[in-house]
Nanobody, 122 residues
Framework: QVQLVESGGGLVQPGGSLRLSCAAS????????MGWYRQAPGKQRELVAA???????NYADSVKGRFTISRDNAKNTVYLQMNSLKPEDTAVYYC????????????????WGQGTQVTVSS
């Protein structure tokens, strides 16, 4: 079984910073990509940022220039550095990982973390 454990959420004032981390553990052969999604009450879950094993990253337009995603492949860990936080960033943030298979190079399996609350408020 694969588990994604997130940490780093909390309450922060507008303009502040937080760093989220997500460590994958369990039966892992390879991780093709990891990313962060968020969901605010009453809204759909949206992609915040994602990064491939090769380091290629993409971001939602709303966070470009403020958030940075990074990955430590040796630790199977992904990070999200969030700067200049705004109240509209308030949401539950979910870690996501796309894992490869030892037995089928074309297969990919998706896992989710439990979510961590980020609240930006004065």
């Amino acid at each position: 079984q694969v588990q994604l454990v997130e940490s780093g959420g909390g309450l922060v004032q507008p303009g502040g910073s937080l760093r989220l981390s997500c460590a994958a553990s369990g039966s892992i052969f390879s991780i093709n990509a990891m990313g962060w999604y968020r969901q605010a009450p009453g809204k759909q879950r949206e992609l915040v940022a994602a990064i491939t094993s090769g380091g290629s990253a993409n971001y939602a337009d709303s966070v470009k220039g403020r958030f940075t995603i990074s990955r430590d492949n040796a630790k199977n860990t992904v990070y999200l550095q969030m700067n200049s936080l705004k109240p509209e960033d308030t949401a539950v943030y979910y870690c996501n990982a796309a894992l490869g298979s030892e037995y089928d190079i074309t297969a990919e399996y998706e896992y989710w973390g439990q979510g961590t609350q980020v609240t930006v408020s004065s």
